[in-house]
């Protein structure tokens, strides 16, 4: 088989996929008049592989991308003609907690002010003298791999670090000497804060006015993360009232960055080098060709971001179920409150026949999007939930009281079940909190407790109408007359903030699931 390394990478990446292929390294010749002779892809950022390119590759097994990110793949036209796509997702880890550490170092000693002021002529000892780190209280927002790390290095500059993760179980904070706390705990303690929370709807802009608000006065942030998790007019409001003393930034929402960041005296500005270090490129360069070859060899492809393939046999049946079980995962995750320990998955009727630890994999991949400071999928989602400290069980039974089959997952107790229905297989909400429903499980729900008394509804829809969010569908169990009882929306757009807010009151839980 032939491999074609479209961009540079580490020499050893290179000899160790020679060892097993025939390598071509061709920088220069139009991809799209050369993939077709190609078995294996390696690229880094520079090159896009997109569906038109992906089209002439007939013969095309594994992409691979040396890096993080996979935005210059098409993967989903990839994942159409049975490409594997795999990454490096821990190739940067150790230069990103580094440079992160470095801006903390830069920021509370003002290194880079002192050092232009000097190569300006000027020798201003008294104006830059800066803070000590050792017994300042680091919080760390997001205690994923990086943020590990951070920490780790943060322990031996002999700061205090709290940290905030609601997934990442106690044991991992205690293995570290790290102290968990609630988010609110960790703006209130913090004198110095480093972010490194995933990105996604919840998290987006999640250090804004009234995030900083509730910080303690004179705190110092930095940002290696994401550009987009922090609102950038809250950010420089607060540097020039003074509430923040002082960020280091090296991520921006737009790219190339000429804001108005870079006019702030107390703001240190890196162009996104958190994973510009020679090693971090070099171990890229090595994972993905690790991961090339174990695709093309039938190796277990642990960086895989889309579905591995599956026996047509076994597809053909746990197809529509798998897309399912992910959906149940996610739903069961945003349930569940607090620190997960376990994850159970059960399958019952026909499916129980089946090798059916592939929808294990699906509910585990829906329940950790969003949730981790890494890309996701079906192959590393197991990996994820072990590094987490998580227990995953699973269950069959060849007996299904009400359906042909019925797939259950459990979050610490907080159970979902669904099932397909009809010739198209929808995706059907049978079961939630201990409730009997029926619906299809939408993009866009709600999910509200309450006490079983007249006027619920009609004050439900009242407050959508008035929002102007559509309810496109609407179900309501109870477990006796009198008792509790459980609405379940499908919405065709999300609510604003201010509506779920009007929604909480009189519930005993309000739930909304995007």
């Not at 950022?45 to 089209?55: E, G, M």
């Not at 399912?324 to 376990?342: D, N, W």
């Not at 949730?371 to 994820?384: K, L, S």
């Amino acid at each position: 088989m032939k491999v074609l390394v479209r961009e540079k990478i580490a020499d050893a990446g290179v000899e160790l996929l020679r060892a097993h292929f025939d390598v071509d390294v061709d920088t220069d010749s139009p991809l799209e008049e050369i993939v077709d002779r190609y078995e294996g892809l390696i690229v880094r950022s520079a090159t896009k592989v997109t569906a038109d390119v992906i089209a002439r590759a007939s013969r095309l097994k594994v992409i691979g991308r040396a890096g993080v990110g996979v935005d210059n793949v098409d993967v989903d036209a990839a994942t159409r003609r049975g490409i594997v796509v795999a990454n490096a997702p821990e190739s940067n880890v150790v230069s990103a907690a580094e440079h992160t550490i470095g801006l903390l170092l830069a920021l509370a000693r003002n290194i880079p002010q002192a050092h232009a002021a000097l190569t300006a002529g000027r020798w201003e000892r008294s104006k830059w003298g800066g803070v000590e780190l050792a017994d300042k209280v680091l919080g760390v927002l997001g205690f994923g791999r990086i943020g590990r790390q951070v920490a780790r290095r943060a322990l031996g500059l002999q700061m205090k670090v709290v940290a905030y993760d609601p997934f990442v179980p106690a044991e991992r904070f205690r293995e570290l000497g790290v102290e968990s706390a609630t988010f609110d705990e960790v703006l209130a303690r913090s004198e110095f804060l480093t972010l490194h929370l995933p990105l996604n709807d919840e998290t987006r802009n999640a250090v804004n006015t009234e995030v900083i608000a509730r910080m303690r006065d004179g705190v110092r942030i930095v940002n290696a993360a994401r550009g987009e998790l922090v609102d950038e007019a809250a950010l420089i409001a607060a540097l020039e009232s003074g509430k923040v003393a002082g960020a280091a930034i090296d991520v921006f929402a737009k790219e190339p960055y000429d804001g108005a960041l870079l006019q702030a005296p107390n703001v240190v500005v890196t162009p996104h080098l958190a994973a510009s270090t020679e090693e971090a490129q070099d171990r890229a360069g090595m994972i993905v060709a690790e991961q090339v070859v174990a695709a093309l060899e039938g190796g277990l492809v642990t960086n895989a971001v889309n579905i591995p393939t599956v026996g047509a046999e076994d597809l053909e049946v746990l197809g529509p179920y798998v897309p399912l079980a992910a959906k149940l995962g996610h739903l069961a995750m945003e349930l569940a409150s607090g620190e997960v320990r376990r994850i159970a998955i059960e399958v019952y009727g026909e499916l129980a026949d089946y090798d059916t630890r592939l929808l294990t994999v699906a509910a585990l991949n829906g329940a950790f999007q969003g949730h981790t400071d890494q890309p996701v999928n079906y192959v590393n989602a197991p990996v994820v939930a072990a590094d987490r400290g998580i227990d995953v069980a699973e269950g069959k039974s060849r007996t299904s009281r009400d359906y042909t089959n019925l797939v259950v997952v459990s979050v610490d107790g907080v159970q979902v079940a669904g099932t397909t229905i009809g010739t198209d297989a929808r995706h059907f909400l049978v079961n939630a909190l201990g409730f009997e429903l029926e619906m299809d499980l939408a993009p866009r729900m709600a999910l509200l407790l309450y006490d079983d008394i007249p006027g619920v509804i009609g004050r439900i829809g009242m407050l959508f109408g008035e929002s102007g969010v559509n309810i496109a569908n609407m179900t309501v169990s109870r477990n006796r007359e009198g008792g509790k009882a459980l609405m379940a929306l499908s919405l065709d757009s999300t609510p604003p903030p201010e509506l779920v807010e009007q929604l909480r009151e009189g519930m005993d839980e309000a739930y909304l699931i995007v």
